[in-house]
């Protein structure tokens, strides 16, 4: 039975209802569901973890597509691709439409939906080649053209978080949104590597820049570890606020232990070496292992930052 992060059983996903549900919930600071309740202060934390989930989904758009491209693990990546697909749908319609059942009002801040329509723009082709992906039409060629879009996807992505951290730089919750919003750049770097890794291997066949890639890959895991050493302390230089409690300061050491094991292979394609089908099956297996524990460190973040 294929596993991802966002997958716990078979029969959720017959039901359709556990992506709804996970788009819904991880969403929200607890006790939110009450739409009276949440704060501008709570709706920027919200939507910033949502935009900022876009990013890793983004990168998981183009390890999925690029794994399924060697035939590794297919089932477990037609799942993981799928499931990239419709959350990033939901979350874009969420963040420009608001939704009145968890009292997210529709983007109103010019900036944030100028990126957002940049976004949409972006996303529409690739929400159609995915779906060819997973009729089982597309050739090898197309899958590897579909991880290709992961690079233009994340900038729009990025350029939404961007807009909405600027919101709260006159709030007084720059501190708190700047380590919300750097929480879920892990996710994304954590991601992205994994792509990256894939498809330094698949660079002949994609027609990819093998070097170019690799120096990508070096740079996106220097960033996680200085992010992650940011995380442990914060930072008054940075306006990056310190982790919200002993439970969140334990979520990034489980983490950061998850990170160590997969490190090694990530330098292995960082040195511009092709990985062979069992490693990179071993580091997308362990991969979904880190990716909760991210998860948690970013909701330890939304849920507990705001006092």
């Known amino acids: 039975m294929p596993r991802t ?9 017959a039901t359709g209802l556990f ?14 569901a009450r739409a009276a309740r949440l704060s501008q202060a709570d709706v920027l934390r919200i939507e910033i973890n949502i935009a900022g989930r876009q990013r890793m989904l983004s990168q998981r758009i183009a390890s999925s597509a690029c794994l399924l491209s060697l035939g590794i693990d297919s089932e477990t990546h037609e799942l993981a691709l799928l499931e990239a697909q419709q959350i990033y749908r939901t979350t874009l319609d969420r963040l420009e ?20 329509a940049e976004a949409r723009f972006v996303w529409a082709p690739i929400d159609r080649a995915i779906d060819k992906v ?7 060629a197309e899958m590897l053209a579909v991880a290709a879009q992961g690079a233009p996807l994340l900038e729009v992505s990025k ?5 909405l951290v600027a919101q709260a730089a006159g709030s007084g919750d720059l501190a708190l949104a700047q380590a919300i919003d750097m929480a879920g750049r892990q996710r994304m770097l ?14 002949e066949e994609g027609g990819f820049d093998r070097a170019a890639l690799a120096e990508k890959l070096h740079a996106a895991i220097a960033l996680f570890d200085d992010s992650a050493a940011t995380l442990r302390t ?27 094991r997969i490190r090694p292979m990530l330098a292995t394609a960082a040195d511009s070496q092709t990985l062979d089908p069992a490693t990179l ?26 006092g």
């Open 159 to 163: 350029a939404i978080v961007t807009a």
């Open 190 to 203: 954590s991601q992205s590597t994994v792509a990256l890794g894939c498809m330094i291997t698949e660079a």
């Open 19 to 32: 992506l709804v549900l996970l788009a819904l919930i991880t969403a929200l600071p607890c006790g939110a």
């Open 134 to 140: 997973l009729s089982g039409e597309a050739s090898r």
């Open 234 to 260: 914060g930072s008054a230089e940075a306006q990056i606020a310190p982790p919200p409690g002993a439970d969140a300061a334990h979520a990034l050491e489980l983490a950061d232990e998850s990170w160590s």
């Open 281 to 306: 099956a071993d580091l997308s297996e362990r991969y979904e292992l880190l990716l909760p524990e991210l998860e948690d460190v970013v909701w330890f973040y939304v849920n507990r930052g705001g």
């Open 5 to 13: 992060h966002f997958y716990p059983s078979r029969s959720a996903r």
């Open 97 to 116: 439409k608001g939704d009145p059942l968890v009292g997210l009002p529709p983007a109103s801040d010019f900036p944030t939906r100028m990126r957002l």
